[in-house]
């Protein structure tokens, strides 16, 4: 299925907003470091929040989470909780009054905060085997169950209050110490990261450990978060180059990851946290001034990471964690906050998806949130038991009128269950709406340590199938785990997600159904079966990967050695139109415009990289600058347009200019052209350029013949708008345009006949378009709420766009490039530090490419100058304030050492001309020539041989190919004799029937009358 069919991110809008200083919790003398580095700094429950107060280490303090402000220091409750300095402390998820603090002493108590007026009381105390508490968590699902890691990491303990004297649980690794650990949201697994590897586990299982894998190979700690239900983890950590980066994995093959992207190369340690609701994954790094946002999708089947739209903070954050979801301002669409600790304060970062009316409640934002209420005792989860917190919603009416929302069986006597269904997994439940029966539920599960059939509930929530895994089966508990422990997760057909019937509902029908079926006879009621079993939707299997991969989906922009920037860059004129590029490149010179009188075009010579020279040698235009070009057939030709409505080109010597020049060679006036904002040279024809001008509100195009130095034609763009970009088609017979009324039409080149039009971006803001074919054109632009997007758009049936594609929500206006040899877009926003590139024809999203400075703006070279044995497909200069950054993009390869002619094609002579200008202007078209990027030294991966692997393999095909040759060939033989000897039996044997067919029996002969006795 094409993608742009499939499902798109509610939350893929979702902008992150700083509260007002008169809504932060300030003047609070919190405390921004920690002696262990996995503490959060911050904890928050339904009322509360808790902090680390400064001056005494063993301090913590309790902030009323509606009371901010700067009094709220003055109404704050502290208290003594350990003698020690406090390293980690945790609410619990089902009573906002208890709360868990961690000690440099290895002590853990238990905390009864109470109300406002009542001083905390310390329910619970027990000491960790570690000299210190690095982190103190709570189950998700089992009340009164503890888990804790201490400073050497060596062993993860799992409690239970009751009974605080021993813990429980104990996973011990005898390698690399823990990082982290992480809860499955069902509370039956846990995961943990260290130094190089990523497990789950087991705990009440006999044979604990279930699976391994490699993860972040730096020696700062790592993190690991279970997204949820789901059967993938997400890890945040440093490689070993030190460069922070992020990790998704399945749970089921902790091989090889499914994605891992770097992110930046600072030092400081990610915080991630999850909101599972949502699927969004907020990274904090200790020290930055950004919260990073990552949408997660399709976590069932094909699970995708998307980056939103980073927020910026403008303060340095050392901790932060997530508000319940209980608290959030859900009439206002705010889906998630995040409370941050800075500097003498803790500062609320609201996260709200932007909607068109706030009236009503938006329930597609807002799902079913886990409540209050355990799902289990934390007893029965030690006896081998597993159960759902039971959700709530989050909609003011329903909660007003308090409407349970699931239904669950719990054993915690304080537990407000209406309804409970209870069946045993050895019995068929009623299949109704909500519930999908699979082939695992007729077996009985047996997760836990002592190896017993667990009851399994049905609740009338709809959660797809999970993974399942069985380290220890009743049928063989010696049996070390394996990947045959883990169930592919069986998919269930389409459901809807409205409210679910209530039990009793499906009983009634259930009760229908019988008897309707009693009162048909045999004969319907085998149709029925018949037509049901037809109609029934086959499983679909879990699809993993594409199906049409692209050659290049693992492309990388490799940044080259400083010693090939141009550093130093002083004086850059920004203050330019949003189709003005910043940088124009030859294959001997870069263009930048650069500030002071006279418009000035600072002139760069390719071969001189190094520090540049404090005053730039340029072109003087008179006025101000507004778009200048490069002549694609003459790289010492610039052409350059301004505020005086003069083009002028100029000829830059050969090893550069020693100083500014104001000497154009040729200067291109007429008298009714005015606001001259574009030029272009034409892409196929030497000595042509076009040119986009205002004319006093009536938009026109003229096309130039430079030989004659006189327009040739012109013509209106179709609008009395003005227009925003105009471009060449790749043949040069249609041009295309993009105007303030939102309308882009094509024109024929020669007569600006309006071949096409159609409406394009909603936004107002500049577009850029770019044509992919003769019949093909892209167009970056913006939609409704500044939200970046690429539409493609056939100029056959422009009734509307072919494929649309939404980037983000920001302002910066972008840049386009197409690589038609290997159909890659390449999208940048002026301001980012990301490419975008995708793969046109589909547009589907391929590698980004990062840098660590935002970017002006991007030139690319001709693909002539690519590194082809290094299997560089692009080559451009990144502009950034102060530098110019050369970039290659790679595609890894299996035998680089060969020329890969498969990527490599023949590719268009882009410096020298087809034709002239004479030729073009009397109606003759003809396409650039093209030429070969093989080089001399290296053989085409065509005509190699095949690699020793491979011919090993050929030659083992071919050995075995024969014996099976032989074989058959023994097996004819064999057959014909025995058929040969069966034939011979047959007729030998029907020879036998006919002899004693013509024997006549004894008693039937004659007897002659003479032998007669007498």
């Not at 235009?621 to 490069?630: A, E, H, I, L």
């Amino acid at each position: 299925m094409s993608r742009r069919f499939q499902h798109v991110n509610k939350y893929r809008n979702v902008v992150g907003r700083v509260e007002k200083k008169e809504q932060w919790y300030a003047d609070v003398p919190v405390t921004t470091t920690s002696s262990s580095d996995k503490a959060n700094l911050v904890q928050a429950s339904r009322t509360s929040l808790a902090v680390k107060w400064s001056g005494n280490g063993g301090s913590i303090g309790l902030l009323p989470l509606d009371k901010p402000g700067k009094t709220c220091a003055s109404e704050a409750r502290v208290f003594h909780a350990h003698g020690a300095p406090v390293t980690n402390w945790e609410f619990s998820p089902f009573h906002d009054d208890i709360l868990a603090t961690g000690a440099e002493d290895g002590m853990v108590k238990l905390w009864n905060v109470g109300s406002i007026q009542d001083d905390p009381t310390c329910l619970s105390t027990f000491s960790i085997p570690s000299r210190r508490v690095d982190v103190v968590s709570f189950h998700p699902t089992a009340d009164q169950i503890i888990t804790t890691l201490g400073n050497e990491g060596k062993k993860v303990c799992i409690w239970d209050t009751n009974k605080s004297d021993k813990a429980t649980f104990e996973i011990s690794t005898s390698k690399e110490p823990f990082h982290s650990f992480s809860w499955k949201s069902d509370g039956s697994l846990l995961s943990t990261s260290g130094k190089g590897f990523i497990t789950i586990w087991d705990p009440r299982a006999t044979e604990q450990q279930v699976l391994s894998g490699t993860g972040h190979e730096g020696i700062k700690g790592s993190r690991v978060v279970w997204l949820g239900e789901s059967n993938y983890l997400f890890t945040v950590g440093q490689s070993k180059f030190r460069s922070r980066e992020y990790g998704l994995w399945d749970a089921r093959n902790l091989t090889t990851p499914l994605k891992k992207a770097s992110l930046d190369q600072s030092t400081g340690i990610m915080l991630p946290l999850y909101d599972e609701d949502t699927e969004t994954m907020y990274l904090i790094g200790r020290g930055d001034a950004t919260i990073r946002s990552m949408q997660m999708s399709d976590l069932i089947t094909r699970p995708t990471v998307d980056e939103n739209m980073a927020c910026g903070t403008m303060a340095s954050v050392y901790g932060a964690t997530l508000v319940r979801k209980q608290s959030l301002h859900v009439m206002q669409a705010e889906i998630a906050r995040v409370l941050a600790v800075v500097e003498n304060a803790v500062m609320p970062v609201s996260f709200e998806v932007p909607r068109k009316q706030y009236l009503d409640f938006h329930a597609d934002l807002f799902p079913d949130t886990k409540g209050n209420v355990p799902g289990l005792m934390g007893s029965e989860w030690i006896g081998g038991e597993n159960k759902p917190v039971p959700k709530a919603s989050l909609d003011p009416a329903k909660v007003k009128q308090n409407i349970p929302v699931t239904t669950s069986t719990n054993g915690s006597s304080s537990a407000a269950i209406t309804k409970e269904t209870t069946t045993s997994t050895t019995q068929k439940p009623p299949a109704t709406n909500n519930t999908t029966i699979t082939q695992e539920e007729k077996a009985p599960i047996t997760t836990s340590a002592n190896n017993a059939p667990i009851t399994t509930t049905t609740t009338t929530t709809t959660t797809p199938s999970s993974v399942t895994i069985n380290p220890s089966s009743s049928n063989n508990t010696d049996k070390s785990p394996s990947n045959e422990h883990i169930k592919e997760p069986t998919p269930s057909p389409p459901q809807e997600k409205s409210s679910s019937s209530s039990p009793s509902e499906t009983a009634e029908v259930t009760k229908e159904e019988k008897s309707k079926e009693s009162a048909t006879g045999n004969d319907d009621q085998e149709k029925g079966e018949e037509e049901k079993a037809e109609t029934k939707p086959k499983k679909k299997l879990p699809h993993y990967g594409s199906a049409h991969a692209s050659a290049f989906k693992y492309i990388s922009g490799k940044l080259y050695h400083p010693s090939t920037h141009y550093d130093d860059l002083r004086g850059l004129s920004i203050d330019k139109s949003g189709n003005f590029d910043l940088i124009q490149a030859s294959t001997e010179f870069i263009g930048v415009p650069v500030s002071g009188a006279g418009g000035r075009v600072g002139i760069i010579p390719i071969n001189k990289p190094g520090r540049l020279s404090t005053h730039i040698p340029s072109v003087l235009c008179g006025s101000n600058v507004t778009n200048f070009k490069f002549n694609p057939f003459d790289p010492r030709v610039l052409a350059t347009v301004s505020d005086d409505n003069c083009i002028r080109l100029w000829k830059i010597p050969e090893n550069g200019l020693e100083e500014d020049t104001g000497e154009a060679f040729m200067t291109l006036k007429d008298a009714s052209m005015d606001k001259a904002s574009q030029i272009e040279f034409h892409p196929n024809a030497n000595h042509i350029l076009l040119s986009v001008s205002n004319d006093l509100g009536k938009p026109s195009i003229r096309v130039w013949d430079l030989d004659s130095q006189q327009v040739k034609f012109k013509y209106s763009t179709g609008s009395n708008q003005g227009v925003l970009y105009c471009a060449w088609s790749q043949d040069g017979k249609k041009v295309a345009t993009h105007s303030k009324d939102k309308q882009l039409r094509v024109l024929d080149a020669r007569t600006g006949e309006v071949l096409s039009q159609t409406k394009s971006h909603d936004g107002i803001r500049p577009s850029r378009i770019v044509w992919l074919s003769p019949t093909r054109i892209a167009s970056a632009g913006f939609g409704l709420g500044s939200m970046r997007e690429i539409l493609i758009f056939d100029i056959d049936a422009m009734t509307k766009p072919v494929l649309k594609k939404s980037i983000d929500v920001s302002p910066s206006v972008m840049s386009v490039y197409y690589d038609p040899d290997c159909d890659i877009l390449y999208v940048a926003g002026r301001g980012d530090r990301i490419i975008h590139t995708y793969a046109a024809k589909e547009l589907d999203p391929l590698a980004k490419i990062e840098g660590a400075t935002l970017q002006q703006g991007l030139v690319f070279l001709p693909k002539r100058l690519c590194h082809i044995k290094e299997t560089e497909i692009a080559r451009f200069y990144r502009l950034t304030p102060t530098s110019i950054e050369p970039y290659g993009v790679r595609v890894p390869r299996a035998r680089p050492e060969y020329f890969q002619d498969d990527i490599f094609i023949d590719t268009p002579d882009y410096e020298h001309p087809a034709q002239d200008a004479k030729s073009w202007f009397d109606g003759e078209d003809k396409p650039l020539d093209r030429i070969s990027l093989q080089p001399d030294d290296m053989m085409a991966l065509s005509d190699a041989p095949p690699p020793p692997q491979a011919a090993r393999s050929k030659a083992k095909f071919e050995m075995g190919k024969k014996m099976v040759s032989d074989e058959e060939r023994r097996q004819n033989l064999m057959s014909r004799m025995f058929s040969s000897a069966k034939r011979v039996d047959e007729e030998e044997e029907e020879k036998l029937k006919k002899d004693q067919a013509n024997q006549v029996k004894e008693e039937d002969k004659e007897v002659a009358d003479d032998e007669w006795d007498e």
